[in-house]
């Protein structure tokens, strides 16, 4: 009897501290799970057909060929992704601010390099084109686009020195479908997008827009990370991961799919 007295004292004296860390233990452990298994942000934008955004019943569908293969991405690597729909200019600068993971698709530049990661995971470079008005002229060098009224996506990066060329006329078009609007309305007399994207959109919307023989090779596309971001932990097992589909040729297939 005396030392069954004394295990229930002892149990006594540490009965508070273990429902304390019961209490206590549960919350946390469930807190360290979730935050293992929250989904990355990727932001991305409609830009057919690399990224090809749709609304079905108040709900938003997400593909096209950068998201689909980074949706593979994420099959082979059990990395969870949630895709989140942005104007291009907002999705930079939640990359800057951290409060996005991933974006698929930007171009390099110095200024973006200072918040964002640029894997060793590019997609194909695409050649930029000038889609031009019913009466604008055929444009056949650099030095015909002084005077133009030329279509361009906020913040994009197409080519040096168009890119920070001041004695050029550029206006802001929030979407390359608008721009394509203003190209019929003689509200733009080109605008400039890549090839591919532009005879996508051409297609879908029964456009019908002359190319100017002036066209320029395009730069590399990437995928990048955050610098703030957590994802950063897993940039190699992406990038083996986005060389092991390059090798396989899933992203022709695909472009072959969205182009056919």
Do not use: C
């Amino acid at each position: 009897m005396p030392k069954r007295t004394h295990i229930l004292k002892v149990v006594a004296a540490f009965l508070p501290m273990l429902l304390t860390l019961f209490l206590w233990g549960g919350p946390v452990v469930a807190q360290e799970k979730a935050a293992r298994t929250a989904p990355f942000i990727v932001v991305v934008n409609n830009a057919p057909p690399f990224r090809i955004i749709e609304a079905w019943g108040g709900e938003e569908g997400y593909g096209g060929a950068y998201i689909d293969m980074i949706n593979e991405i994420g099959r082979r690597t059990e990395l969870p992704l949630k895709f989140v729909n942005v104007p291009f200019i907002r999705a930079l600068h939640m990359m800057q601010a951290g409060k996005a993971d991933m974006m698929l698709g930007p171009t390099w530049s110095v200024e973006r390099s200072d918040y964002m990661i640029y894997l060793n995971a590019s997609f194909p470079a695409e050649p930029k084109v000038f889609y031009l008005a019913p009466n604008t002229k055929d444009i056949t060098r650099y030095s015909d686009l002084k005077g133009l009224r030329i279509g361009v996506l906020p913040s994009a990066r197409y080519f040096d020195p168009f890119n920070d060329d001041k004695g050029l006329t550029k206006v802001p078009v929030r979407r390359y479908e608008l721009g394509f609007k203003m190209l019929a309305r003689n509200r733009l007399d080109a605008m400039i997008i890549p090839e591919r994207q532009g005879e996508f959109l051409l297609r879908s919307f029964d456009y019908s827009f002359p190319s100017a023989s002036f066209r320029v090779p395009g730069l590399p596309s990437f995928i990048t990370i955050s610098q703030k971001s957590k994802l950063l932990a897993h940039k190699d097992k992406i990038e083996n991961t986005m060389a092991e589909l390059n090798a396989e040729g899933y992203f022709q297939r695909l472009m072959m799919v969205y182009l056919d």
